[in-house]
């Protein structure tokens, strides 16, 4: 789109939309963001979209700054505040992104704005300038060191309009200074982010400590708990009971995060009203005990390095994340709807207990597994009637894998995480989507059985070659594509009434395997053998073949192809020394590839043709 200039600018848009009516303009203009779209830029276009800009204000009621952007775009922002400022309701900008000053200078000009989320200390000077603003209803304030109660007396004094506040970083607040602001203002929600980001080499971060366990406790038993809605204590000296007592009395609280607190020996709780938990680093807890009703996610990161016990009960918990640190010992979860669990560093989770805990939520869809204590893990449907998607983390450790789950249709690990100790897998399924370990030094055995298979990757990323021994599939329905790298299969099985594509890359496998695996499975539509350097002869036979495709196998001197009506492309590369016998008569393909032009009933004897300028069909 050209930009023209203002001056000049034309009474409609080009072509046929300019009998389009502003408001459905409007609409369109919507669905684009005002900063990363730059939609600003369309007011040079013409008179009439500059008109329906000015005049559509729910194009610039919210603005959203979620991530560090290029230079320009943060100018962009610096427009639309100066030029449709007055529209503005909402003006959020991620924490550490930084603002601009041009864009702070214009915030006070927001005659509009309800919503203000900036990454910036709260001192006297800039709440002195903020102070045009008080149609405030929601504001985050970032404290530092520099916010002080009499600072914090004036935000309520400056924004009496003030519903929601969340009181982030302020290390130098006391609990009267906080409860006196409570005293002046209506507040609807209270969040507080207690000693985030708290400098331990200051001299007055033990300080901030204390305050900051004294207004968790002087807060609960004051009249205003009811509004603390988020809560995160950092480096808070809080005892086991401290928190409990705190937690009864918080009746409103949704989310809640416990760091770095290491007076805390266990975790307690007992809440109605919890949505959502995170600890880490919290050395010296040995169990947790939870009773939410409404919890959705919990979350266990590291650094727990004495927990041992875990017990939830959160009938409505969805999503489970938990690093065992290598102590965890037993698991007790008891859910209705938990879909998402994702266990890694369990090195001492008994295996039955972990398949116990599976039995006891039916309704788990995605498995994220690391290490636990058993050498070989079986799922069937008893366990996972669910279970739709497993993937092997970095630190998985069974030595076999054994899944009979009809639902399942995903087996995967990322292209980076190496699974060294996995020698055995077998899966039964419905439809396996896709089947994909990138990097599998130990396998021995793979064994797919599904009415369809999609896609099955082995190796993919490997650097050593796999000894795979026994390699078997078989799909009632169709098996889609197999790709082996870097293997050494002594036995490959296929089964299926169709196979779309079979790639070996740099496989050794001999002739009578590969042999038996094409009579076992003669409608193979693409074969793709590549640097395989241990074949000598390929030999098909009465098979639905559409594409074959030879590349670097320099062992190879014969190819036989007999009864292929169905070949449309034969490309052979890099191999200097073979022979090709197209239904018993010896012919000689171009250099690279042939275009095999098949006539007569098959089992006949045919005349085979060469199209030397026709180009190669590509595989």
Known sequence: MTVSDPAHQPDQPAGGFSGLPDELWGRVFSYLDPVEDQIVVLALVC???SRVLRNTPDLWRSLNVCRHLED??????????????????????????????????????????????????????HIDRLAPLSGLEEVQIN???????????????SFPELKEVTLTACWNLSPEGVLSFLEQCTLHNLRLKLN????????????????????VLELAESRFAHLLTVLHLNFVPLELDELWSCLNHFTRIRKLGITNCERLQGVRLRSPTLQKLYLYNLWSVSFVSLWTPQLRSLHLDAGLENLEHLEVFAP?????QVDGSGVLRTLSVKSYKLSNVELYNCEMLDGLGFTRCLGNNITLTVLSLGSIDTEALSLDQNRCPSLRELRLLADFSCTSLHLSCPSLRRLCADSDVMLPKLQIVSVVS????RLHLANVPGLQSLTVQSDRVDLVEINTTGNVNVCLENCALQAVEELGTLRLFDCQVQALVLSAPLVRQLVLYRCMVTDYSLCMALRGCPNIQRLQL???????????????????????CRGILQVELTDCPKLAALDIGQCPNVRLFVQGSETTP???????????????????????KTKPASI
């Open 430 to 433: 419905r439809h396996v989507d």
């Open 47 to 49: 008179k009439k979209w």
């Open 143 to 157: 404290g530092a060191f520099e916010l002080t109660d009499r600072d914090l007396e004036l935000v309520a004094t």
């Open 530 to 552: 590549q640097k395989c350097s241990s074949l000598t002869r390929v030999s098909i036979c009465r098979s639905l073949l559409q594409y074959l495709h030879l590349l670097d």
């Open 196 to 215: 985030v980001g708290l400098p331990l080499h200051d001299v007055r971060s033990d300080h901030a400590m204390l305050q900051g366990a004294n207004l």
């Open 72 to 125: 320009h775009l943060y100018d962009i922002v610096a427009v639309v505040l100066n030029t449709y400022g007055q529209h503005v309701q909402m003006l959020t900008w991620k924490s550490g992104v930084p603002v601009s000053q041009a864009v702070l200078n214009l915030v006070p000009t927001l005659t509009n704005l309800r919503v203000l989320t900036l990454p910036v200390v709260w001192n006297r000077e």
């Open 316 to 320: 409505k918990l969805r999503k489970l």
């Open 590 to 612: 171009n250099k690279y590839s042939a275009d095999m032009l098949w006539s007569g009933p098959p089992g006949k004897k045919v005349k085979v043709g060469i199209r030397e």
